[in-house]
């Protein structure tokens, strides 16, 4: 099970050859790409921040979970962190098993716990300012509701 | 002993830091813990409507016994992936 | 939007360059790899006969049905063709799309499409024999059921 | 004028080539000229009951034309992925 919280460049090959075994007959990976827009506003780059250590336990706690709620071989969960450009992936999930229909329900659900649970933040950089983006997918979230949100 | 408190993203920005150290009292838990920091940091209150907490890096409730040596980390509403 | 039927090895890198776009925050890629097993049986390696024009030709159509029903910016979808390995990719399906949810439910949807339409067939080897495995998932199959096929 | 018939997967095995040309018969149809070709082949007739057909790469019905110069493909369920 690979598990990574890094600044570096993460690599979907790396992703599909940890979770590659011959018994399993599919893979399915998911990059989340930084994008040029969000909410119709132009994005110059993100900064990522995140809480290294608690963050790799909480993704091999959700990869561990979705081995046992789908029929996987293996998963990888691997999130970036630092300065990234427009592009660039943040988000790397890959998973394998015997056939592809739990591949890509155990990666869906991977990738919502991942942005449910792991303490890692965004923050947008525009030309004229900037904004740490947090929730609306969080744990936080579900404990309180928007109109009760402090600030 | 002390506790040592982690702040990331906003909240790290508006406490000015990312990490400090607290002196241990008995029989803290989060919500002591938090309290005092809130009387040091006053900025912090504007936060506490969405904060999670973790101590020793799992998540606890705001009742959860915070020991001596342990560390607390204030958790913003989460916006990985 | 990349398409693709050929001998040479499939790379998922490539298939991640063609669909990654400024503007798409999600991109799902799936890989169809040859099991070393099936149905109990020890697999040796396969061989992919395939109807090549055709089978581009209904990729591209299958791919484009994909962008029109799912919010998508770009598909591809390429097959391998001849002998493979165990563990060697012979199908690879990627998509994106400005969020995640339309490039998990169109990277199923073009996988079971490509499955059921394209015309491709695929021999086993074993240790002992041989056998083309043809249906059940594709079009054929749902005019003639199983009680009703010729051999 | 004639008429090309590819063969694939194990009715090519069967038939012992992957394409032969037929001449072609006004008012052919794909009926027409899988009839023609089981007189010649009689193998195939095992596996018509699952067979599709396309003509010039577009899957086609039984009774859809098949025109001088044009390409009949018999395909078997398929397996790819």
Do not use: C
Not at chain 1, 32 to 41: A, D, H, L, S
Not at chain 1, 90 to 117: D, I, M, Q, Y
Not at chain 1, 119 to 140: F, N, R
Not at chain 2, 32 to 60: C, G, K, M, N, W
């Amino acid at each position: 099970m690979l598990i990574r919280v890094t600044p570096e460049r993460l690599n979907p090959e790396e992703a599909i050859e940890a979770v590659r075994r011959d018994e399993a007959g599919a893979v399915d990976v998911f990059l989340g790409i930084v994008r040029n827009t969000n909410k119709g506003r132009a994005v110059d780059h993100l900064v990522y921040d995140a809480y290294p250590s608690m963050a790799e336990k909480t993704m091999r706690e959700v990869a561990e979970e979705a081995l046992e709620r789908f029929d996987l071989t293996d998963s990888a969960v691997l999130h970036r962190t630092g300065r990234l450009e427009i592009g660039e992936t943040s988000l790397l999930v890959a998973v394998s098993a015997g056939h592809r229909a739990a591949t890509f329900e155990a990666g869906h659900w991977l990738v919502n716990e991942v942005k449910r649970r792991v303490p890692v933040w965004k923050k947008e950089v525009w030309a004229d300012g900037e904004e740490w983006i947090e929730g609306p997918e969080s744990l936080g979230m579900e404990r309180a509701p928007a109109t009760m949100r402090g600030s | 002993m002390v506790i040592t408190v982690l702040f990331f993203a906003s909240l790290a920005d508006a406490v000015g830091t990312r990490e400090l150290s607290l002196a241990h009292m008995p029989g803290d838990t989060v919500a002591s813990v938090r309290d005092r920091l809130i009387a040091a940091h006053p900025q912090v209150s504007e936060f506490t409507e969405t904060l999670l907490y973790a101590v020793d890096e799992e998540y606890a409730d705001e009742d959860a016994p915070v020991p001596a040596g342990a560390t607390l980390a204030l958790i913003p509403p989460v916006s990985g992936g």
